[in-house]
Each structure stands twice: as C-alpha cells, then as structure tokens.
C-alpha cells in the first residue's frame, strides 16, 4: 500500500473549472487533501491571480493515493484509478478542465505527445456522453523546478485562454 490516506478531491461541487494534477504527494498524503504542500501553493497563487479563490474550483488527481517513493503514476494504476477521476469529473460537470502536467493530460486526452509540446492548445475530454474542453498545462510542481519567465509565461497564458474561454476577463 504505501500511503497513509485516500486524497479523492476538493471543491466547490457546481465549479466552473476542475484543476486536475496527477497524484497526491507526502503532504497530500499526511492531510488527505490535494495540492496542500508546496505544488499546492503555487496552484493557489495561480487561482488568485485568476480571480478566483480554491473554494471557487475542484482539484482533483489521476491516482486517489500517493505511489511508492512518490514516483509517477504507473498505466495500471492510471487505469484502476482513472474511473473515479471519470465520474468526478460527470458529477461535477466543469465547464472546463485544466489538466497539469504530462500524467493527467496523458490520461485525460489519451495523449501520444509530451505536455511541452501540446500545452496551451484547447482539446476535448470525451467520456460517456460527457464532453469538456481541455486545457494542458505546466504542473506547479514543475513550475517550482523550472521557475524561468519562460515557464511562468507559458503557464500564465494558459491560465488567461481559460478565463477568456469562461469569459472572466475584461
């Protein structure tokens, strides 16, 4: 097993955008809610800097519990956790996904290329009846690894087609 507690999600129930990451890290994992530790931080700063505040949006993760040595998820576990993430995402209905990093747009978008190349370009999440636009980018985790202007811009541009898509710009 090797995880302390099930991180399923948070959120408003009825929000506007789901923030989906890959899997709960050690802090996630000590709490039993996702995106608390330092990932965490950063994706609040995003979300405030959006003009929304955490309790506005859902965040959830591919996996429910963190692997073994915090590494990334592995296929199987992507698909025996996947179907949770899949009915999340029905209940709740986003108007948009915002999949952070390579993991969860891989699984969301069945991707065959990296998130370098594909973030920043709308696509569409398509599962039993439901279909959501996508937006893949940066996961915060990496954003604290490669904190360049380059990276930030990226993300921040991301960030703004979203709200532009749900009309929170002026």
């Not at 609040?44 to 993760?61: C, F, K, P, S, T």
């Not at 899949?86 to 978008?109: D, N, S, W």
């Amino acid at each position: 097993m090797g995880y302390t507690n099930l991180v399923f999600g948070e959120g408003d129930p009825e929000a506007a955008i789901m923030f989906v990451g890959e899997a709960p890290g050690e802090e996630e994992d000590r709490t039993g809610r996702p995106f608390v530790g330092r990932a965490g931080q950063k994706l609040d700063e995003i979300i405030r800097a959006m003009g929304l505040r955490r309790e506005q949006v859902y965040i959830a993760n591919v996996l429910k519990a963190r692997p073994p040595n915090n590494r990334p998820p592995q296929p199987d576990e992507t698909i025996r956790c996947g179907p949770f993430l899949a009915e999340q995402i029905r209940i709740i209905q986003p108007r948009v996904i915002v999949a952070m990093g390579g993991p969860a747009t891989k699984y969301l978008l069945d991707a065959r290329e990296g998130i370098t190349r594909i973030r920043g370009t709308w696509f569409t999440y398509r599962a039993e009846g439901v279909e959501i636009p996508v937006m893949p980018t940066f996961h915060p985790a990496y954003l604290l690894r490669n904190y360049t202007i380059d990276t930030r811009q990226k993300v921040w541009s991301d960030m703004q087609e979203v709200m532009k898509f749900l009309g929170l710009t002026t």
